[in-house]
């Protein structure tokens, strides 16, 4: 946070100064802006920080809660944002509110579909690491055109993008 240094000019009166330094003081100080300030492009991929988590259907504590995620690490996609709340959809798209407390930046994927094979490298007849089914969960580390290399358990390997939920289809980076 700044601190901000408050000079007083001494020929104003004493009573002046003194209130004058009190409503400064009342007032907050600009701070620099932080990691959690900052605006992140919408929309984007979280998942979830504990496994228990309530959906709400508005942003804020008054609103009633509509169901509970019960799923550590569950990717959801961050569709609007108000305050301290972030209005989530999931991979079935049913969409309600969280507080950003209940979000984590690691990014995960959803198998989809039928049965994957994930394979040793980005292409289709790499050899095969294992079979997954739809709903198992994997770590993403990276993506490339149309394959993201993903970790589910202690195994790495590819997956075609359209195979997963959690990753945009021209998202592209790196380890």
């Known amino acids: 946070m700044l601190h901000r240094v408050i000079r007083l000019n001494l020929s104003i009166p004493k009573t002046i100064g003194l209130v004058c330094a009190c409503l400064l003081f009342t007032v ?3 701070s620099s802006e932080t990691d959690d300030d900052k605006k992140l492009a919408l929309p984007r991929f979280v ?13 804020g504590t008054r609103y009633p809660i509509s169901w509970v995620f019960k799923k550590e690490n569950y990717p959801v996609e961050i569709i ?14 049913a969409i309600g509110w969280v507080n950003k407390g209940m979000l984590q930046g690691k990014r995960m994927v959803l ?8 394979r040793r490298a980005p292409e289709q007849n790499a050899a095969a690491i294992l079979r ?5 969960m994997g770590q993403l580390i990276e ?3 149309d394959w ?3 970790q589910i358990d202690s195994r790495k390997g590819w997956l075609p993008k359209a195979h997963i939920w959690g990753v945009y289809p ?3 980076f790196e380890d």
């Open 143 to 145: 993506c490339q055109k």
């Open 111 to 118: 198998v989809t579909g039928d049965v994957r094979t994930m």
């Open 28 to 30: 907050p100080a600009f």
């Open 80 to 93: 609007q944002e108000f305050d301290q709340w972030r209005e989530i959809r999931d991979h079935e798209g």
């Open 170 to 172: 021209k998202e592209e």
């Open 132 to 136: 997954a089914e739809p709903g198992v």
């Open 148 to 150: 993201c290399r993903v």
């Open 47 to 59: 998942s979830l920080k504990s496994d228990e988590i309530n959906v709400r259907v508005g942003p």
